[in-house]
């Protein structure tokens, strides 16, 4: 590990202490985990403290665990070799543009059933369309947004297409209506098929 990293862990630690639950250096990336409860207190730290000015949200993104597998399991084996814990987590990458260095910070939201952060609106600004993306794409809510709604999907989408039990083919599909002279939607029509491609070798052929 480099210099300018060893220093930057050391100063994360200091700045942050107990609110880290793990700290990660691989690839020359530095990535720190904290608990939903200090989440937003975490990032205020992470932009306001003077050795880390963390002052621009490169991204924020939305993860589903559900289907990842564990450390070192054969990612080909049984559902048993599937990590345990939190299902949904938010990614951010920050940087300093001063002090020119980079952290990545994971949080998971503590319920499955309705995962909730609070925003970071009020810490980075630019965090509102990312958490926008993050609530169309995974249903992930973030308390206190001032607009959290749809920004890719349309309006009448039901679901949340970057979730991992998500059907490929979606839930319903939009036409044009000449009767009705509107556009409606309707349940998906598509058959469902395999879309893994179908590979054929020739007996004795090396891959």
Not at 57 to 71: F, I
Not at 116 to 123: E, H, I, S
Request: charged share 30%.
């Amino acid at each position: 590990m480099s210099a300018k990293l060893d220093q930057l862990t050391a100063q994360l630690k200091l700045a942050l202490g107990d609110k880290i639950i793990k700290l990660v250096v691989a690839l020359d990336e530095i990535t720190i985990e904290c608990k939903a409860e200090d989440y937003f207190n975490a990032c205020t730290k992470l932009r306001d403290h003077a050795e880390l000015k963390f002052e621009q949200l490169m991204d924020l993104c939305g993860v589903d665990y559900s289907q990842y597998a564990m450390d070192g399991a054969d990612t080909m084996g049984a559902e048993d070799n599937q990590r345990e814990g939190a299902r949904y987590a938010v990614v951010l990458h920050l940087l300093s543009v001063s002090l020119n260095q980079r952290v990545r910070l994971k949080v998971f939201a503590q319920d499955d059933d309705f995962p909730v952060l609070p925003t970071l609106v009020d810490v980075w600004p630019a965090a509102n369309w990312y958490e926008r993306e993050a609530f169309d794409l995974y249903g992930l809510m973030f308390e206190n947004h001032p607009d959290l709604r749809r920004i890719l999907t349309d309006y009448g989408f039901v679901g949340h297409p970057f979730r991992k039990d998500f059907p490929m083919i979606g839930n319903v599909e939009m036409r044009y209506d000449p009767e009705q002279q509107r556009v409606i939607y309707q349940p998906v029509s598509i058959d469902m098929r395999n879309n893994v491609p179908r590979i054929i070798r020739k007996e004795g052929a090396h891959s």
